[in-house]
Nanobody, 121 residues
């Protein structure tokens, strides 16, 4: 069993910053890519940013230059630093990770429960 627990969401004014964290725990042998997705009301879930095990990252065009994804492989934690936030960034943010639970096992996708980010004055 693997759990992903997010933290750091909240209410922030436009132009402000937030830092999201997501810690993976449980029966983990290794973690492949980790990422953040978001889903706004009435919209499909979309990829915000993803990071490979040794740091290669990619971002949605809408957040490039404003958001930074990072990870701590010792702590099995992924972070999302969000700067210059806009109202259109308002959404529930979900953490995602590809996890192998045994040696030589296949990767399985796990999701966190989501954390609300609201950008409003």
């Amino acid at each position: 069993q693997v759990q992903l627990v997010e933290s750091g969401g909240g209410l922030v004014q436009p132009g402000g910053s937030l830092r999201l964290s997501c810690a993976a725990s449980g029966s983990i042998f290794s973690i492949n890519a980790m990422g953040w997705y978001r889903q706004a009301p009435g919209k499909q879930r979309e990829l915000v940013a993803a990071i490979a095990p040794y740091g290669t990252a990619n971002y949605a065009d809408s957040v490039k230059g404003r958001f930074t994804i990072s990870r701590d492989n010792v702590k099995n934690t992924v972070y999302l630093q969000m700067n210059s936030l806009k109202s259109e960034d308002t959404a529930v943010y979900y953490c995602n990770a590809g996890v192998a639970t045994v040696v030589g096992g296949s990767w399985r996708n796990y999701w966190g429960q989501g954390t609300q980010v609201t950008v409003s004055s």
